[in-house]
C-alpha cells in the first residue's frame, strides 16, 4: 500500500504534467502494464474503450496533448492507494471536455484508471 504523501505526490505530477501538456512527464507516473478505461457517450456502457500498457497510454497522451486544448485539474481526493479528480478542457474554437477519472495506485504509478467524460456537441 502507499502512503498519502506518495498518492499526493502522484497526484501533483499528474496535475503539473497534464496542465503542462508534457506527455513524457505524464507517462512517467504510469505503470508498465496499466489498464486504463474511458467512458464517453459514443460508446456503449458494457463496451468501454480499454487501453493496455504504458507504451499504448503513451500514444494517446502524445495524441491529446497535440491538440490545440488547455486542460485544468482539480476537486482531487487523494487516498492512500487511490486518486480522484476532473479534468476541464478547452479546445481553441471553445468546445468544451469534462472528464472525471479515478486510478489506483501501487508505489506510486497508476495501475489502473477509469475516466468518464463528457463533451459539447
Known amino acids: 500500500m502507499a502512503t498519502m504523501a506518495t498518492a499526493r505526490t502522484t497526484f501533483d505530477a499528474i496535475k503539473s504534467a497534464t496542465e503542462a501538456r508534457d506527455a513524457d512527464a505524464l507517462g512517467a507516473v504510469y505503470d508498465e502494464n496499466v489498464e486504463r478505461m474511458g467512458y464517453r457517450k459514443d460508446l456503449p456502457a458494457s463496451s468501454p474503450n480499454v487501453t493496455r500498457g504504458r507504451d499504448a497510454v503513451m500514444e494517446q497522451l ?20 487511490r486518486l480522484a479528480f476532473t479534468n476541464e478542457c478547452r479546445y481553441g ?21 477509469i475516466t468518464i467524460e463528457t463533451w459539447d456537441g
Open 93 to 113: 474554437s471553445g468546445e468544451r471536455v469534462f472528464s472525471t477519472t479515478i486510478v489506483d495506485l501501487r508505489d506510486g504509478k497508476i495501475v489502473r484508471e
Open 62 to 81: 502524445r495524441d491529446v496533448f497535440g491538440r490545440d486544448l488547455t486542460h485544468q485539474i482539480g476537486n482531487e481526493v487523494v487516498g492512500d492507494d
